[in-house]
Each structure stands twice: as C-alpha cells, then as structure tokens.
T-cell receptor, first 112, second 112 residues
Framework: NAGVTQTPKFRILKIGQSMTLQCTQD?????MYWYRQDPGMGLKLIYY???????DKGEVPNGYNVSRSTTEDFPLRLELAAPSQTSVYFC???????????FGSGTRLTVV | DAKTTQPNSMESNEEEPVHLPCNHS???????IHWYRQLPSQGPEYVIH???SNVNNRMASLAIAEDRKSSTLILHRATLRDAAVYYC?????????????FGKGTLLTVNP
C-alpha cells in the first residue's frame, strides 16, 4: 500500500533549467493536487485535477504546468526555474468522499 | 472560502490533554470543519472532520460549538509524537470541497 509517491525527494536546479516533479498514487483516487510550502508558511495550491484529462489552476499556478493522462499520475512541470520557486512541493490525492487528503512526503527544490 | 483563526503556537506537557482552538465566525451552513497536522519534515496528515456534531476517532476528538462559529481539536493524552503544526480548515460540501486552503496553523510543542 504505497499511497502517494513523489520523486525526487531533493533537487537543486540552476536558474532557467526545467524539471518535472513526479507524483503517483495507487489508491484509484480521482482528485489530485499540487501544493507548495515556503518556510514557516502554510501550503498554497498550485494546480489540481478532478480526474484524468481534467486540470485546473489553483492559487499560485504561474511558472508551472501539469497534465493528467492517467488516474494514477499527476506530474508537475517547471519550465524556466526561478529562485522564487525554491520551496517544498507536496502532492496529494483523495477520493470523492469527505475522507481526507493523502499527502506524499514532498520534494525539496532549491533553485540557485 | 470562509477563514479560520488559530493561535500561532501552544505548549503542553506529555500525557496531558491538549485543546487546540479554532474560530470560524463566517462559517456557512454547508461548511465542514477539517483538521490536519504536519509533523516535522513530513506532508500534512488528515486528523478528523465534522459538520455539526462532535466527532471521535482513534487520533483525536472534535468538539464543535452549538453555533458552529468555533471548534476545538482535543488530543486526550499528548505524546512527544504529537508535536506538529495543526491546521483547521473549512470546506464546502459541494464543488470547492476538493480544494482545501491551508493557513499557518498552530505549532504545538509537547514538553517531556
């Protein structure tokens, strides 16, 4: 029972580089989310998806892109990394009930 | 989304009960009250949720005021492993239920 798996756990990027943060869940959840958390702050929603083929912007989508081609996977793409994107990124999923989100363990990204 | 107000920090002693307050004076009739917690260097973890009645589960109890303008998360016997940031979040039972908004939460310190 893996839950939500995020890779990589850590990454250092140079300004202007691109990368994809991977997120996979094995619970057949329809809803998936990407949040970022800056030091000492709460989580801010970047993008979310209510099912395969459907994505929508959250509170802070600029500089990011997502896709949802399967129920299991929800990758987050950074095209031109900037220092402001240094953060910890969390992926989460949930089913259609009121049961809570299941979060991954996070990806710590540093842009230098 | 309706906002919540929580103290920035609280302290407790090990094996004593902890009452974490949350004010939500603008709550609407269909808003559910959710609690999550985030242990150091981990993703948030679902704790409990409720609508009108008090709720109990293996992790905690949720006491909801009669007018629903406040709630209290109760940890019956705090342990060192309960030291975390606790988030109180409101979500509508309808469409916006799938996008929880996290504030800064309450940092709980548990003293041995």
């Amino acid at each position: 029972n893996a839950g939500v798996t995020q890779t990589p756990k850590f990454r250092i990027l140079k300004i202007g580089q691109s990368m994809t943060l991977q997120c996979t869940q094995d619970m057949n959840h329809n809803y998936m989310y990407w949040y970022r958390q800056d030091p000492g702050m709460g989580l801010k929603l970047i993008y979310y998806s209510v099912g395969a083929g459907i994505t929508d912007k959250g509170e802070v989508p600029n500089g990011y892109n997502v896709s949802r081609s399967t129920t299991e996977d929800f990758p987050l793409r950074l095209e031109l990394a900037a220092p402001s994107q240094t953060s910890v990124y969390f992926c989460a999923s949930k089913d259609s009930s009121l049961r809570g989100y299941t979060f991954g363990s996070g990806t710590r990204l540093t842009v230098v | 989304d309706a906002k919540t107000t929580q103290p920035n920090s609280m302290e407790s002693n090990e094996e004593e009960p902890v009452h974490l307050p949350c004010n939500h004076s603008t709550i609407s009739g269909t808003d559910y009250i959710h609690w999550y917690r985030q242990l150091p260097s981990q993703g948030p973890e679902y704790v409990i949720h409720g609508l009108t009645s008090n709720v109990n589960n293996r992790m905690a109890s949720l006491a909801i005021a009669e007018d629903r303008k406040s709630s209290t998360l109760i940890l019956h016997r705090a342990t060192l492993r309960d030291a975390a940031v606790y988030y109180c979040i409101l979500s509508n039972s309808g469409g916006s239920n799938y996008k929880l908004t996290f504030g800064k939460g309450t940092l709980l310190t548990v003293n041995p």
